[in-house]
């Protein structure tokens, strides 16, 4: 059951590390749903939703993210589940 939502921009060394790939494999891991992409001004842009404790755990993994990304600032805003997505995916 999704209870819980976040829709989150992350800002640094985000793209060209991984950082899409691995959040889609932590997402997946977790059990979460929703969609991870990069936006034109060099960000990372996610929106995932399900079980309120895995989306805690899955907030504080984007904190820092991969090995290779560099985390500067990260926008987070919990909201209502949609429960529009069946799996977690990467948009390009």
């Not at 829709?7 to 891991?29: C, D, I, L, P």
Request: some cysteine.
């Amino acid at each position: 059951m999704n209870d819980k939502a976040i829709h989150a921009t992350v800002h640094g060394k985000v793209q060209g590390v991984f950082f899409r790939k691995e959040t889609s494999v932590t997402a997946s891991r977790l059990g979460l749903t929703g969609w991870v992409r990069n936006t034109p001004d060099g960000a990372v842009e996610v929106w995932a939703e399900g079980n309120g404790a895995k989306i805690e755990k899955f907030a504080k993994w984007l904190e820092s993210g991969p090995p290779m990304a560099l985390v500067s600032r990260i926008e987070l805003k919990y909201t209502e589940p949609t429960c529009d997505h069946f799996t977690f995916s990467i948009r390009n």
